[in-house]
């Protein structure tokens, strides 16, 4: 398979891997996230070959492989079907909302440099065209707990943030406190889940090497991101 030139300014790739699984926005929606996603599969080839499969009924709009080429398979104004059922600040329909970007790893390794590089150029393109913050870079996992895991623990949160490409915490610590630490994942946009789950998805993205029950830290750096990155207004915490 072909790949193309990852986007730096404000024209989008042409599709190199045009997928027919996808339809207009809904509502008049633009995109206001990112969603990246692993593939949870072998190859670039058998993940892109699935996403372009009518009976599939699933796409993205891009697939970055193991190599660093980025894939293009809808375009970013249409709605391609990445991300299913789940909420990010209240609000459903993440398709609707979201550009997707699928990145060839079966979860079970880290991802190498290579993809890494093309990971953040890619994104960046994205949220220059569409003004997307920081914040509005988000995993599978973050609006469907339980559910998904992707881009999983080895994604490298803390260097897309470093760039302005993601948010991270290093905020101080605060004693744990459920309530609190419920209260504070819900005005970051987290949607409502069981505690375990929710603790799990959490580190998961800002601390995938902790263990144990809810900590100060965890506590800290759930507080820290909803004061300086609320997706809901109003939540007292």
Known sequence: MGSAPVPFGSKQLTLSHPSQNFGPRRNGLRPSLIVLHYTAMNDADGACRWLCNPESQVSSHYVVTEVGAVWSLVEEADRAWHAGAGTWGGLDDINSRSIGIEISNAGTHGFAAAQMDAVEALVAGIMDRWDIPAEGVIGHSDFAPG???????????????????????????????????????????????????LLATMRMRFRPWARGPLDAVDMGRMCDLAARYPAVRGVMV
Request: aromatic share 14%; net charge negative.
């Open 147 to 197: 559910r998904k895991i992707d881009p999983g623990g080895r994604f490298d949160w803390r260097r897309l943030a470093l760039g302005g490409l993601a948010v991270w915490s290093e905020g101080q610590q605060v004693d744990p406190d459920w309530d609190g630490f419920r209260a504070a994942a819900v005005r970051f946009g987290y949607p409502v889940a069981q505690d375990d789950v």
